[in-house]
């Protein structure tokens, strides 16, 4: 099972969090205390089910592709504050 991670980290004069390996960071937030709830709640919301959909999606060779994903299928979830 994949798990993601968020990261808590300094940035633009606060804190934010980042999916670890990503390139997206979150709003700033003034406290640490506040960027570590933001990324608790994050991580929560990742793991709520969704429903069960077909999808449609063309690859990198123009081939479309039909799937049915799984609204169940949710990864884990961590939060790493080193700080």
């Known amino acids: 099972m994949v798990t993601v991670r968020y990261e808590i980290i300094e940035h633009d004069g606060g804190w934010a969090y980042k999916a ?3 390139g997206a960071i979150s709003e ?6 506040a960027a570590l709830s933001a990324a608790n ?3 929560a919301r990742q793991t709520v089910a969704g429903t069960t ?6 690859d990198k060779d123009g081939q479309w592709h039909e799937e049915l994903a799984d609204g169940r299928d949710r990864p884990q979830t961590k939060v790493i504050d080193q700080s």
Do not use: N
């Not at 700033?28 to 205390?33: G, I, K, R, V």
């Not at 959909?53 to 063309?58: L, M, R, S």
């Open 41 to 43: 709640d994050a991580a």
């Open 28 to 33: 700033t937030f003034a406290t640490h205390d």
């Open 53 to 58: 959909d077909g999808i449609v999606y063309q």
């Open 20 to 22: 670890a390996g990503g």
